[in-house]
């Protein structure tokens, strides 16, 4: 299916309209080329010397160094970031450029900062899923549950930052409870089967190299993530969500675990700790008076894993669990009316509005042209150079 995300960059555009912004994302979506970032719209020349550049990084999780070293390669050491970004196709009259992002207590982020970036923060994909899963409020079918699995799972990448899914997927054939799982598998993720996988963490590292006998493949594409699937929140009572980011530091939850929440399901979420205070902070209840969720709290990635497993086993093997299932239900269903309400919309773009207030502002005291007059060798014409004579500081 096609994923239309300019609509979303234009609409941040428009809710900013009375700031001069241009606004650059990575086209095709999910490069992270430097030559592939682009504006969303057509731009005179003029407005690209003097608006203030903004680009948008807010669907995966920050990398400075893939940024840093592998697109810029720099031949002068000593130029900052920002220049960095003069030298190429973004030169303009501002010292600073203002970076979206979707993670907070981010290191990466950090490093961005330090290399002459204001950062501007939002939940991101809290929009992008309101877009993605709207017709879950209005399907009446997830709501008529006919339980045959306790667990579903939506289980494909394993690479990079995911690797724990496979000491995961592990762990759950230790425990049999594969079976209580609509769980699938996919034994080679880009281009790598997994039995050849090199860990980044050794304590992630797997014992069993038959795990694919044990799921149905799961090949879907990634854009399968910008749907639900109705029969499955129908037959299973909890989703165990398998974020992005598990053995990180930084709070980056995506569409993954807002498509429960729209579906009005019960989930346990195996991510970054403190990632279910993040949810509370942003107004959604979690299960704590139902299920033990102090797995969110625990700092060591594998024994949060291994919790989060045990946690499935007990509800799993409990004989009241479909009382539980009906706790966890009326707590699920709090949820999606919070997710859908217009409070909640209304105050994550609030917040993305004040935090480019506050970014624009950082921008227009450090207008001082200094890469513009550097790098910028181009002849203009005399009325468009007396204009940013006037507007450099």
């Known amino acids: 299916m096609s994923v239309p995300l300019d609509r979303l960059y234009n609409f941040l555009h428009d809710v900013c309209n009375h700031h001069d912004l241009i606004i650059y994302r990575f086209f095709p979506h999910g490069s992270k080329k430097l030559k592939e970032c682009t504006p969303t719209l057509r731009v005179s020349n003029f407005d690209r010397l003097t608006k203030y550049p903004v ?85 009446a079918e997830l709501h008529n549950k006919q339980i045959k699995q306790d667990f579903l799972v939506y289980n494909r990448a394993w690479s990079g930052s995911r690797e724990y899914r496979l000491k995961f997927t592990e762990l759950v054939l230790a425990n049999n409870i594969n079976d209580q799982c609509r769980m699938g598998f996919n034994p080679i993720d880009s281009g790598v089967i997994y039995q050849q996988h090199k ?12 795990l694919e006998q044990h799921f149905f493949l799961n090949n879907s ?46 989930f346990i979420l195996a991510s970054t700790p403190g990632s279910l205070e993040y949810l509370r902070s942003h107004g959604f209840h979690t299960f704590d008076s139902v299920i033990d969720e102090t ?56 917040e993305f509005k004040q935090n480019m207030e506050i970014a624009v502002t950082q921008m227009s005291q450090s207008r001082r042209g200094t890469f513009f007059k550097k790098y910028c060798s181009q002849p203009l014409p005399s009325n468009e150079k007396e204009a940013i004579d006037q507007l450099i500081n």
Not at 199 to 208: L, M, P, Y
Not at 305 to 324: E, W
Request: glycine share 2%; charged share 20%; proline share 5%.
């Open 295 to 350: 797995y969110d709290t625990i700092q060591d990635p594998v024994q949060r894993l291994t919790a989060i497993v045990d946690l499935m086993c007990s509800i799993s093997n409990n004989p009241q669990k479909t009382q539980i299932y009906q706790q966890l239900y009326a707590i699920a269903q709090m949820n999606q009316q919070i997710f859908f309400s217009d409070q909640f919309f209304t105050n994550v773009i609030d």
């Open 199 to 210: 860990f980044k963490n050794c304590n992630f590292e797997i014992d069993r190299d038959d």
């Open 55 to 139: 680009i948008c990084h807010d669907q995966e999780p920050l990398c400075h160094n893939n940024w840093f070293d592998h697109l810029y390669q720099p031949t002068d050491s000593a130029v900052p970031f920002s220049s960095l970004r003069c030298i190429n196709h973004i030169a303009n009259i501002h010292d600073l450029i203002i970076l979206v992002h979707s993670e907070k207590n981010s290191p990466e982020l950090d490093k961005f900062i330090k290399n002459g970036v204001v950062d501007v923060y939002y939940w991101s994909h809290a929009v992008i899923a309101r877009d993605w899963f709207r017709y879950a409020e209005l399907d």
């Open 221 to 266: 594409l990634p854009s399968a993530s910008a749907d639900y699937v109705t029969q499955d929140y129908q037959e299973t009572a909890i989703e165990i969500v398998l974020e992005t980011l598990f053995d990180d530091s930084r709070q980056h939850l995506t569409e993954k675990i807002l498509r429960p929440i729209a579906c009005g399901h019960p």
